[in-house]
């Protein structure tokens, strides 16, 4: 008889479910799925305008996406599952995202008629959407509610709890009985990251700063290539499936600044802003997300240490 049986022990999953439970697969699914998910929300919003291109129909759809993405956080706050509800929160901070916050900032431009910037090495073409412009706006909104999570006890952030502990911003001792909503700390975080690094990126770009040709942006595309691959070495050693995802949420949009760098500067075409021509590419991509995301719901968590029960458990039997 299996020696983890006859101990009382759970077994740990086997077939495709343990294999994907081990380095480097938990964190490489979550890290491919949000860096390609980066492209895919510019593309739905490309085509939810060019769908519904007459006035308010466009804003409609919108409504829409963010209550679905009202639904999933729900569904997922309701999930005892951690897997589960955590891949739940970071549909539901996308969807939230794309439809209420990115749309929003669509319809202030349109409605204060804020001009795109245009590209002065490329006249013909746009080099900030008036929407962006908008939304540089939103930093003091940023700024003030990051310091409730910057002095919130209860966080576990590797980002806050860093600073509280070295430039000693403690405000107590965290309640051993809190609760964590993982679904709501994910959405929560993929809403946060996205933007952060949209206004980093948006005054990086503004001339009265820096500007996009400055060397400035030169030395961030730099640093941010050489952070990305510091936290992609490092999500490559989770074990536990939803410390995975939720360090892979930060560590692909990290990623994905590069990219963003790069397309400013045309080094590359941008195809996810061009569905029209790259509609079987980015259907065939659509699907391979799908099936990823499918397969990283079912990830069994805490697989080490199953593994780890199992070898101590055959060991006292021999």
């Not at 006890?153 to 001792?173: P, S």
């Not at 942006?217 to 070495?233: E, K, P």
Request: aromatic share 18%; glycine share 8%.
């Amino acid at each position: 008889m299996n020696a983890s049986l006859e101990k009382g022990l759970p077994p740990a999953a086997g077939g495709m479910k343990s294999f994907l439970a081990r380095p480097p697969w938990p964190g490489l699914m979550a890290f491919i799925i949000v860096f390609v998910v980066q492209a895919l929300g510019h593309t739905v919003m490309i085509m939810m305008e060019d769908i519904w291109p007459g006035p308010g129909h466009v804003y409609d759809s919108a409504i829409a996406l963010g209550f679905f993405g009202a639904v999933l956080l729900w569904l997922g706050m309701r999930n005892p599952n951690e897997v589960a509800a955590t891949w739940y929160g970071f549909w539901a901070g996308t969807f939230l995202w794309t439809g209420w916050i990115e749309f929003a900032f669509v319809w202030s431009a349109q409605v204060l008629d804020v001009p795109d910037l245009m590209d002065k090495y490329n006249p013909d073409s746009i080099a900030t959407k008036g929407e962006y412009l908008v939304m540089m706006s939103s930093i003091g909104v940023m700024g003030a509610t990051l310091v409730y999570f910057l002095f919130n006890k209860e966080t576990k952030c590797n980002f806050f709890v860093w600073f509280q502990r070295h430039l000693g911003m403690k405000t107590g001792k965290p309640n051993p009985a809190h609760e964590r909503s993982f679904a709501g700390i994910t959405a929560l975080e993929t809403i946060y990251v996205i933007w952060f690094f949209y206004l980093f990126l948006l005054f990086l770009y503004d001339e009265s700063f820096f500007g996009d040709r400055h060397p400035a942006a030169y030395i961030v595309f730099g640093l941010n290539i050489i952070w990305a691959v510091y936290l992609f070495r490092r999500l490559m050693l989770f074990w536990k499936v939803t410390s995975a995802i939720r360090y892979g949420i930060p560590t692909a949009i990290v990623a994905w600044n590069a990219v963003e760098l790069g397309g400013r500067w045309r080094l590359f075409t941008e195809f996810w802003e061009y569905p029209e021509k790259y509609a079987i590419e980015l259907i065939a991509i659509s699907i391979g997300v799908a099936l990823a995301a499918w397969l990283a719901v079912r990830t069994p968590m805490h697989q080490k240490a199953e593994l780890s029960k199992q070898k101590l458990a055959q060991a006292s039997d021999s």
